[in-house]
Each structure stands twice: as C-alpha cells, then as structure tokens.
C-alpha cells in the first residue's frame, strides 16, 4: 500500500492572513476532535503535523477506513506558496479558458510562472494570454495557493465537510487527491 493524501486548498492563490487562517481552521478541528491538539510525526515531510482523532469518524462516509493504525495518518498544514499536485497520478487536461487549448501535454511553463511570480495569473503557451490560473480546467484537479490542508491516508470526506471548509475559508475550495 502506499501513502496518499487529500488536501483542501482555497481557490485564492495568495489568501491574506494565511497563517492567522491556518491557525483558526486548526482550532476549529481541533475543537470537533478531528485531529489532536498536539503535533507529531504522523505526516510525510521533515514537519510535524496533527493526528487523526475520534471525531474524524463524523467527516467521512469510511471512518472504518480512517488510519488509526499508520504511523502516517494526520493533517499537514501549508502556509508557503505551494502547487498542491496529484503526484503520480498527473495532469490529464489544462484547458486554457481564453483558447481552450490543452496545456497538459506541453511545457508547464504556466505553474512556473505562477509559482515564480507570486502573482494569480500565468500565460497560455498557445494564445499568450494572461489567465487567473484557478481559471484553467485541470483534470485531475489541482491546486494553487499559500494555504492549504493536506489530510494524509484519510478516505474522502463527505460533501458536508467540505462545505463547512469553504464557510470557514469564505472561499471557493479545490479538492486535490494525491497518490504517492
């Protein structure tokens, strides 16, 4: 079996007050029993992250699934500029909103850009036009901000959790799955 994660990221590349946002967002958690309250080494970084708890059992349709028994089993949060990816599974289709040419078998010069350049738009490599990158059709889905919560070997959440995210967030999400 090998690790994989589900990482709720804000559809906002660079959401203000991400550190104040992450902190909230984990006492909120905290506060449902969804994770423990302390940091350990339950995620897959050279970071500390927060362990699975009982309350986990509330957000997913699996809790006979959740990861009680891996070492890998918690919550990572990102609060740098991150491309939240699908790891191996990859990018199928980028269809650019402006051409609605497919860039996901060119040059991904676009996330270069956007990751470089600390800004929400990246160009088309087809039209040369200047996009907001939330707005490129990518399948699988991926994600593009300076905050994110990355829940390792979790199964999916239910639809409701999701949306509490997106309360708490006072934003659109991305629900990004990755499989390492």
Same mark, same amino acid.
């Given at each position: 079996m090998s690790d994989?994660?589900?990482a709720i990221v804000p559809r906002k590349s660079s959401y203000e007050n991400n550190v104040a946002k992450a902190q909230e967002i984990l006492d909120w958690l905290i506060s449902k029993d969804i994770v423990k309250p302390v940091l350990s080494d339950c995620i897959m970084s050279e970071n500390n992250g927060y362990a699975v708890s009982e309350g986990a059992k509330d957000v997913t349709d699996f809790p006979e699934s959740l990861p009680f028994y891996l070492t890998v089993n918690g919550l990572e949060i990102i609060t740098n500029r991150e491309v939240f990816h699908t790891g191996e599974t990859g990018m199928q289709t980028c269809i650019c909103?402006? $051409?609605?040419?497919d860039? +996901?078998?060119?040059e991904w010069m676009f996330i270069e850009y956007w990751f470089c350049h600390e800004t929400?738009?990246?160009?088309?490599?087809? $039209?040369?036009?200047?996009? +907001?990158?939330?707005e490129m059709e990518i399948q699988p889905a991926w994600g593009f901000s300076n905050l994110g919560f990355k829940f390792w070997n979790w199964p999916d959440f239910k639809p409701d959790f999701i949306d509490e995210f997106k309360i708490a967030l006072d934003c659109e999400v991305v629900v990004v799955n990755q499989h390492i």
């Open positions: 994989h994660s589900i909103p402006s $051409c609605g040419n860039l +996901a078998q060119e929400d738009l990246s160009p088309c490599l087809f $039209c040369d036009a200047t996009v +907001a990158i939330h």
